[in-house]
Structure formats: structure tokens, C-alpha cells
């Protein structure tokens, strides 16, 4: 039994946690990443939630390592 009974759930996938992120201030490795999106979503998938998935953050001047930090939420929805 759950105590509270969500309609959807809104999660923002934040890229600013990654490690070399030259604005936010945090230390998760790529790998770090990956995993806290596949949590989410499969937390989600167990528990039939429906889930919105949003790109977010993100302050890289290196385009393409950038593209790679988001690009793990979409490897983590393959992987389900």
C-alpha cells in the first residue's frame, strides 16, 4: 500500500549534477547518471506510474559531453 496515490509523476532529468557541469556543484560520474535515471524510471515503471520526462540543466561549453549527460536517460528507457 502506498501512502500517497500520484496521477503522473514530472521528473526534470538535470544534467547540472554531472561532474565536469561548470555550473552546478556536484561530483556524479556519467555512470552515476545513468543509474539515477533508470532508478527513476523503473521506480516508476514497477509502481504503474505514469512519468514526464523533461531535459534540464545542463551548462556545458562542450556540446557534445553535454548531449552524452542527457543522452543517458534515453539509454536508461532502453534499458527497462
Partial sequence: MRI???DIILYNAGADIYTKDELGLFDVSLDGVYKRDFFVLNFC???QIPLMC????GYQRNL???????????KAAIDL
Fill in 4 to 6: 500517497h496515490n500520484p
Fill in 45 to 47: 515503471k514497477q509502481q
Fill in 54 to 57: 523533461a531535459l534540464g540543466g
Fill in 64 to 74: 557534445s559531453e553535454l548531449i552524452n549527460v542527457h543522452k543517458q536517460l534515453f
